[in-house]
């Protein structure tokens, strides 16, 4: 009994990984509404509504709090989490792709731009509430599905879950570097690895056949618009929002009432 208990606790994180990756799209998703007056897409891959720094986020939160009760501790333990996650969500977005999804670089108390004091304090609270409210709710819902079905089917269903992510982030991972050295070349930005920017444009776009199928499945407005606000620092540390770049893209999916 206890290595079926164990093996369920290992599906329950992933299953903790899609539910909370989906909380997180539609809580960034009206967080938009509130702050920018539009719906805009806040995924984190090219399809499915997954934004997945708060999966991994909340992950990291119940491995390590789980058994923690006392709410200074929760707050703390949240943010300090949340911000680590955060911070290097960011930079290994960064060195992979060569864009930023985020930059509080004029927020209060920033770390590198990549967090801040505010979503730091905010990573606190959805540590609090996470634990003490939230996660018990979610684990008895999975406890009431695997009774209802049982293990070998949830398993099932977690690796159909992978195989879609897998593929899913791979596909995403190369859309997005091959967007990222296009807009680059195309626009002439002075970026850091320009060289290799040239070369890997070269090298994608010159068989036509590949960049083809690039411009029909991840051209510009696909990708503007699955990716809003992504950004790109060049070598003298400025910052270009690529939705500047392409002017004539529409960045959102609707705008409630007047710019």
Known sequence: MENVSEKKDIWN????????????FFMETFFALVTKGVIESRQSFLYGPFCMIYGVGAIAMI???RN???IPALFFG?????????????????????VKWWDYSNMLLNIHGRTCLFYLVSWGILGIILIKYVNPKVDEFLSNITKQTNL????????????????????????LRAFYVRVSNEYDLNVNDRANVNKEYNNIYSDMRLSGIIYKYFDDEKMLKTFPNLKIEDAN???????????????YYFRVGKK
């Open 152 to 175: 070998k089917t949830f398993r099932i269903l977690g690796n159909v879950f992978i195989m879609v992510l897998i593929f899913d982030a791979f596909i995403t991972g190369y859309a």
């Open 78 to 98: 949240g943010l300090v989490i949340g911000g680590i996650v955060e911070y290097y969500s960011s930079l290994i977005c960064e060195i992979m792709f060569g």
């Open 237 to 251: 540390k400025n910052m270009i929002y690529v939705e500047g770049l392409l002017e004539d893209i529409q960045p």
């Open 63 to 65: 491995i390590i709090l």
């Open 68 to 70: 923690e009760r006392r």
């Open 13 to 24: 994180y992933f299953y903790y990984f899609i539910i909370y990756s989906i909380i997180g």
